[in-house]
């Protein structure tokens, strides 16, 4: 029997999980799967870098050309993650750590958009009122507060959004000036958020005034 299993990435750095995969091939290969060697399992992968594969590729291997654009918040957005880096949530399950790993949930909503933050926040403030229970009406308070504030953001004062739209349609700063006139020439984007993803479908085919049929979206929870 033979067992060939390719990974871009195929541990999370622990010994342990890449362990687990090399005793798929081989059981008896590794003796101990936090204190093993590349002696061990040399016979079992072969690891290759782009720099290794880069002259048989050339021609279907550019170069990624990458430019990091930053985007200066608006003072209502200002305003929105002032309110986020104050919460408390003293009672979120009851636990610091759950708080904080909350906390962290929602600014990396936020950065994705107001509309992926108040989707995170509305679903938080749901579960906390079916609980019904007083402990967390300080939490509610303050889980309120911070959708109010995301809710006055408008697509105007989304500076991401807006400085992505820039990007788009003109030329300045190593912008695409991209009209959709040609249908071969495409622009991809990537969201974290599905939520993020809906906004941008729904707001590029009207600022961008494209067809239905110019602008689809796929995520991981299609067929």
């Known amino acids: 029997d033979t067992l060939i299993m390719l990974s871009a990435t195929p541990h999370d750095g622990r010994a342990e999980s890449f362990a687990s995969l090399m005793n798929m091939l081989d059981p008896t290969a590794i003796a101990n799967e936090s204190n093993y060697t590349k002696d061990d399992i040399r016979d079992l992968y072969v690891r290759r870098f782009k720099k290794d594969v880069a002259d048989q590729l050339a021609k279907n291997f550019p170069e990624r050309q990458v430019q990091a654009i930053e985007a200066v918040a608006s003072a209502t957005e200002e305003r929105a993650f002032g309110v986020l880096e ?53 939490d509610l308070i303050e889980l ?41 020439d495409r622009l991809v984007i990537f969201t974290e958020r599905i939520e993020t993803m809906k906004f941008l479908k729904v707001q590029l085919q009207k600022d961008l005034k494209l067809k239905d049929k110019a602008i689809t979206t796929l995520d991981g929870g299609m067929s």
């Open 86 to 138: 104050d919460l408390q949530l003293a009672q979120v399950d009851r636990a610091r750590s759950a708080g904080k790993l909350f906390k962290t949930n929602l600014l990396k909503s936020m950065l994705s958009s107001p509309m992926a933050c108040l989707q995170t926040v509305g679903n938080r403030i749901k579960k906390l009122e079916k609980k019904q229970d007083p402990t967390y009406a300080a």
């Open 144 to 184: 309120r507060a911070l959708q109010d504030a995301v809710e006055k953001i408008s697509v105007g004062e989304f500076s991401k959004y807006q400085r992505l739209l820039k990007l788009i349609q003109t030329k300045d700063n190593g912008g695409f000036g991209w009209k959709g006139k040609d249908k071969k």
